[in-house]
């Protein structure tokens, strides 16, 4: 039993450490997982330390709780597909969150039957950490909902929803202050609970799939706002502390998601996709240029004459489940001396760094995987750009035409390198909806087909020569 | 009866200093983490904020009646899953970022031992 408070401070310090250390790791992917395991570590001290405490009692709901929560944990984290990582961090974002507005509600229904009784500073971080663990749980299992499928990715708009809106966080603010105030009647926190659930469903509905990378990061700032709170409310500095780390995280991640999407936050979150850029494919001059097809053949000549080819997955590649067969593809070059490189842009896949993750499954060493920054320098010594799947992010319109919807969102220069290969299904332009200048270039030769069967054929085409 | 919780008790000044001094290290800190990254980063700090397992572990430790232990025992399940599950991912993602092997630690299976 560990009743001095010397002591437990210390040893919540201890986990503070770690996970400060354990985020400091991830500078490089030589020692992220060490760090990984140094925050688990300060897990199991913090864990082990508020067990300890003197008064804890009900152990048998802590140990059952625990278990069941554990074989979930394990089991989700193990089944999961490298391309589902967005719904299982919206998963967790979501739990999070949902336990730091239950814990708050607890404390506050122990003090519920002595109105008055709680002191100031906690009930207001009780309010907030109801509010935004309630807001960040409603709001991720919508996330998680659209990424899996469940309900439709388009945006859900209509009419008055702005007002809807306000309507609620008006309500949820007013129940919040009337807790502040001293009504601490238990049904005032419940009925902010219910309404910033409302809320949380509200404000992710009408955000599309494509915007869900900011969404997400966002929902994780929120979890992490709301853990921080729920130390407020417990007098805990291992919950304020981890719980900002992660608040800033998310943040920081929101911040370069919309920068790299060329989106303002308030942007992503209150005009719906899709609604930009209605009405800018008709003023597209037809100058009468038109897309050259190439066959795999003409691709393998041309890669196998080449000293530097640089590979541009898009999401499409992981649609297709070609990153084995990319890889594959590298390996055969590299073999005939040829320098191979992967540039990825920051939104390419559904998440912050999803594309890196996707490629590291498919045994990409990481060394090859190149940031936008680092590799646009190097395009215009690049002999072949091969773009697989991707579309936006290599449309010279961000940089050369005022009028486009994505102007001034950064690229990766593809169009500099000596010659473009593009792999697509068709000339159907993206997921923005936006025509593609890149694929009229002198330069660019599109090898139209699924993905996967592309690149299998180029592999054999290669192998022959 | 005290209605404070077992545990620390920390000044409201205090706390506050700790928290400005956790924003300004927390965007320090993530900044040096590269775009390669990002997706860990993500799953670990769903690690981290899983920390609320500390507070589902105290409100379920003094709950007395029955909604305290139902409450409870919810953010207990929620709170260990975010926490065990979220480690978990993490790792398996970290495990599959190599470097490329380098010519003399490459594969040593064609090496003729010395005479």
Redesign the interface.
Known sequence: MISNGNVIGLLYLVTIVCFILALRFLSSPKHARRGNWIGGVGMLIAVGTTLALKGIGNWWLIVVGGAIGAVVGVVGARKVKMTAMPQMVALFNGVGGGAAALVSFAEFHRFAPLPGKIGGTEVVSIVLSALIGSISFAGSLIAFAKLQELIGGRPIVFPGQNVVNGAIVAGAVAAGIAAIAGVQGQWVLVLLIVLALMFGVMFVLPIGGADMPVVISLLNAFTGLAASATGFVLSNTVLIVAGMLVGASGTLLTLLMGKAMNRSVTNVLFGAFGQIQAGTGAARVDDGRTARATTPEDVAVQLSFARKVVVVPGYGLAVAQAQHDVRQLAELLEEKGIDVAYAIHPVAGRMPGHMNVLLAEANVPYDQLKEMDEINPEFPQTDVALVIGANDVVNPAARSDPGSPIYGMPILDVDKAQSVVVMKRSMAPGFAGIDNDLFLEPQTTMLFGNAKDSIVKLIAAVKAL | MT?A??????P?VI?LT??AL??F???E???????????????????????????????????DDT???V???????????????????????????????SPSTGPKKDETPKP
Do not use: C, Q, Y
Request: glycine letters at 10%.
């Open positions: 209605h919780l077992p545990g620390l008790h920390v409201l706390e700790i928290l956790a924003i290290l927390g965007f800190v993530i900044s040096k983490v590269p775009a390669m990254l990002h997706t860990p980063l993500m799953s670990g700090t769903n690690f981290i904020h899983g920390i609320v397992i500390v507070g589902a572990i105290l409100v379920l430790g003094v709950a909604t305290l232990k409450v409870g025992f919810v953010a207990m399940v929620l709170a260990t899953a975010n926490v065990v599950g979220g480690w978990f991912v993490t790792d398996r993602m970290l495990e599959m970022f190599k470097r490329r092997p």
